[in-house]
């Protein structure tokens, strides 16, 4: 069956029969552009409370705590979008957002 335009989706065609879209083949694109300046917050750590629990990190969903050795980094913040979902996740009230300066 021939492709059709997505401005004809409807009891008719089936999402099936729609021309695909652009796609973007492999992995780790993101790294090429600066996303961190997309938000006014930032997650900052205070190290005396973190115990390097490392359970803030696989809920990242950019990847911007990095991991050597078993051992949190420093966060990535030109990639860091502010979703505060690392501050949620952390059991010792280790980091906070604040208001980048």
């Not at 420093?74 to 604040?98: L, N, Q, R, S, W």
Request: net charge neutral; aromatic share 6%; charged share 25%.
């Amino acid at each position: 069956m021939a492709k059709t335009d997505i401005s004809k989706l409807g009891q008719d065609v089936a999402w099936q029969d729609v021309t695909c879209g652009n796609t973007i083949v492999g992995c780790g694109t993101t790294k090429q552009f600066i996303t961190g300046d997309w938000t006014n917050v930032a997650p900052v750590i205070d190290e005396e409370k973190c115990k390097q629990c490392l359970l803030c990190v696989p809920v990242c969903p950019d990847s911007a705590i990095p991991v050597k050795e078993y051992k949190r980094q420093t966060i990535d913040y030109d990639h860091c979008k502010g979703c505060g979902i690392c501050v949620k996740a952390c059991p010792f009230g280790a980091i906070k957002m604040e208001v980048k300066k």
